[in-house]
């Protein structure tokens, strides 16, 4: 009970002692002789093993090429080790893009690695603590760019745990490995909701959501039918034309093309706040989808009608630090 009680604390006490510093680290991050841990692996220990039984072998029998052949293959042994330490010793580590998800998705943390010896650095590992593995190979006195798979499970800002990078290069009888937590974050958007209501419609800003952003002067697109939209702006001949018994709207833009407000006050009740923000996520999506002009009212903040990837950026953002 008391090491169950005390194993997260050494453990962290561990690490924070392995990264040789705080988390997060100031970039870029070095991978220096001090923070490089070596060890035999599986087939190391096997190798020693083997090792040590013909070494009895030639001492029992007073072989002299099995003196030989020992002493040859535990010089290589130690070659071994010497190779895997310097394959990964000195790496530069730096953080690179991020690009923002949805939570549930995949989030990806590029790191760049940066090689500064005039020799290649191959059969690399590298992960973040809850991701899979990757492999890489960094070029001779040159970098790339290493993404990491991180699964983001809620919406917020999602930090960049710690990275385990290793190698077992060249034989695979010697793991030397490093750890490293470079500041890096990715912004994890709401999931948008699967049966969200549809978007918004009404007479005006004088009932809080409208602006259906549909005029009169040039077709702009289609886009799924509501109820409340008007028979003549149903595109009949879109309809004809496809398999399914779905009705289409016609979009215009011009002149006299409203905005269309999604507004907090606006959704449906009983839905708790992570809902309303999946929902809402989910407006957004659509809107940008069907290249409206909307803005976006939050209890504490409100977002001007807009279009384009930054808008829809702003929103989503907003969304997502919601409560924050």
């Given at each position: 009970?008391?090491?169950?009680?005390?194993?997260?604390?050494l453990k962290r006490r561990f690490y924070q002692w392995a990264l040789?510093?705080?988390?997060?680290?100031?970039?870029?991050?070095?991978?220096?002789?001090?923070?490089?841990?070596?060890?035999?692996?599986r087939a190391g220990l096997g190798y020693a093993a083997s090792l040590?039984?013909?070494?009895?072998?030639?001492?029992?029998?007073?072989?002299?090429?099995?003196?030989?052949?020992?002493?040859?293959?535990?010089?290589?042994?130690?070659?071994?080790?010497?190779?895997?330490?310097?394959?990964?010793?000195?790496?530069?580590?730096?953080?690179?893009?991020?690009?923002?998800?949805?939570?549930?998705?995949?989030?990806?943390?590029?790191?760049?690695?940066?090689?500064?010896?005039?020799?290649?650095?191959?059969?690399?590992?590298?992960?973040?603590?809850?991701?899979?593995?990757?492999?890489?190979?960094?070029?001779?006195?040159?970098?790339?760019?290493?993404?990491?798979?991180?699964?983001?499970?809620?919406?917020?800002?999602?930090?960049?745990?710690?990275?385990?990078?290793?190698?077992?290069?060249?034989?695979?009888?010697?793991?030397?490995?490093?750890?490293?937590?470079?500041?890096?974050?990715?912004?994890?958007?709401?999931?948008?909701?699967?049966?969200?209501?549809?978007?918004?419609?009404?007479?005006?800003?004088?009932?809080?959501?409208?602006?259906?952003?549909?005029?009169?002067?040039?077709?702009?697109?289609?886009?799924?039918?509501?109820?409340?939209?008007?028979?003549?702006?149903?595109?009949?001949?879109?309809?004809?034309?496809?398999?399914?018994?779905?009705?289409?709207?016609?979009?215009?833009?011009?002149?006299?093309?409203?905005?269309?407000?999604?507004?907090?006050?606006?959704?449906?009740?009983?839905?708790?706040?992570?809902?309303?923000l999946s929902v809402m996520a989910r407006w957004v999506c659509e809107?940008?989808?069907?290249?409206?002009?909307?803005?976006?009212?939050?209890?504490?903040?409100?977002?001007?009608?807009?279009?384009?990837?930054?808008?829809?950026?702003?929103?989503?953002?907003?969304?997502?630090?919601?409560?924050?």
């Amino acid at each position: 009970m008391q090491l169950a009680q005390f194993g997260p604390g050494l453990k962290r006490r561990f690490y924070q002692w392995a990264l040789r510093g705080r988390a997060p680290e100031a970039s870029p991050v070095v991978l220096t002789q001090r923070r490089v841990y070596v060890l035999p692996s599986r087939a190391g220990l096997g190798y020693a093993a083997s090792l040590g039984v013909m070494l009895i072998g030639s001492m029992n029998y007073s072989l002299s090429l099995g003196h030989v052949l020992t002493f040859l293959l535990g010089g290589l042994g130690i070659s071994a080790i010497l190779n895997t330490f310097r394959n990964l010793a000195f790496i530069s580590i730096t953080p690179g893009r991020c690009s923002a998800v949805f939570a549930g998705e995949v989030a990806h943390f590029g790191l760049v690695i940066q090689n500064n010896r005039k020799a290649e650095r191959p059969a690399l590992r590298m992960c973040a603590d809850g991701g899979d593995w990757i492999v890489l190979e960094v070029p001779p006195a040159d970098r790339i760019e290493a993404l990491l798979p991180l699964r983001a499970l809620k919406r917020g800002w999602l930090e960049l745990p710690r990275v385990t990078i290793e190698t077992r290069y060249p034989l695979g009888l010697i793991r030397a490995w490093a750890y490293a937590q470079p500041k890096q974050q990715c912004l994890v958007y709401p999931r948008p909701a699967l049966n969200a209501p549809p978007l918004p419609t009404g007479d005006g800003d004088q009932k809080g959501n409208v602006q259906l952003g549909r005029g009169s002067d040039d077709f702009a697109g289609l886009r799924d039918h509501h109820p409340s939209d008007s028979p003549r702006h149903v595109a009949w001949k879109a309809v004809a034309r496809q398999h399914s018994d779905e009705l289409l709207t016609k979009l215009f833009s011009g002149e006299n093309t409203q905005s269309l407000w999604l507004d907090w006050e606006q959704l449906p009740t009983g839905l708790d706040n992570e809902m309303k923000l999946s929902v809402m996520a989910r407006w957004v999506c659509e809107a940008d989808a069907a290249r409206l002009t909307w803005g976006l009212r939050l209890p504490a903040e409100v977002i001007m009608p807009g279009t384009g990837e930054s808008h829809r950026h702003a929103c989503l953002q907003a969304l997502a630090l919601f409560g924050r």
